[in-house]
């Protein structure tokens, strides 16, 4: 392999591996200028996109022992990667390719799981890790909130309002 060859492959594979998933994307009618403004809403959730050859990007997933993409890997195609929130980056990805007629979502892998584009669609209308989270708290808070208002409640019910502090002398 020519050492240019080499330089690229080592790329494709350094991109591939940045994180535990990755999407696919054509590319194609996308001007530079929206490139330019979609880069900016990949880096906001910490992801990047690369434009790379088919046959390199096949090599390099090889070399991972990733799933086989051949099936999508014809035509023009940009490597999505990186991030720590694989929904946050999804949902960037659709809102981006939503406006696009000829771009498209090839597919996406999730760990070691092919996602085909209604997958990825559906991974970003999912809510993003922090959201997740604020909502589980809210879920564990809830109980403890209803549970002190019910003990309230019944102090009051049985007169057992505030009392009196004895004044100070």
Not at 35 to 40: G, I, V
Not at 96 to 106: L, Q, T, V
Not at 118 to 137: C, N, Q, W, Y
Request: net charge neutral; glycine share 6%; with cysteine.
């Amino acid at each position: 392999m020519r050492p240019e060859k080499k330089y690229l492959v080592e790329e494709a594979r350094n991109l591939l591996s940045a994180s535990d998933h990755l999407f696919l994307v054509n590319f194609t009618g996308v001007t530079v200028s929206d490139a330019s403004a979609f880069r900016k809403a990949l880096a906001k959730v910490g992801a990047q996109f690369h434009i790379a050859k088919n046959s390199i990007i096949a090599i390099a997933a090889k070399e991972l022992n990733l799933p086989d993409m051949s099936s999508v890997l014809a035509g023009p195609t940009a490597v999505i990667s990186g991030g720590e929130d694989s929904a946050s980056v999804a949902k960037a990805v659709c809102e981006f390719f939503k406006a696009r007629e000829n771009a498209d979502i090839k597919l996406g892998l999730l760990g070691e799981k092919v996602m085909t584009k209604d997958e990825v669609i559906h991974l970003g209308s999912l809510p993003s890790l922090p959201e997740m989270r604020a909502k589980f708290l809210s879920l564990l808070n809830t109980p403890a909130q209803q549970m002190v208002r019910v003990v309230f409640m019944r102090c009051e019910k049985m007169g057992g309002g505030e009392a009196e502090a004895p004044a100070a002398e």
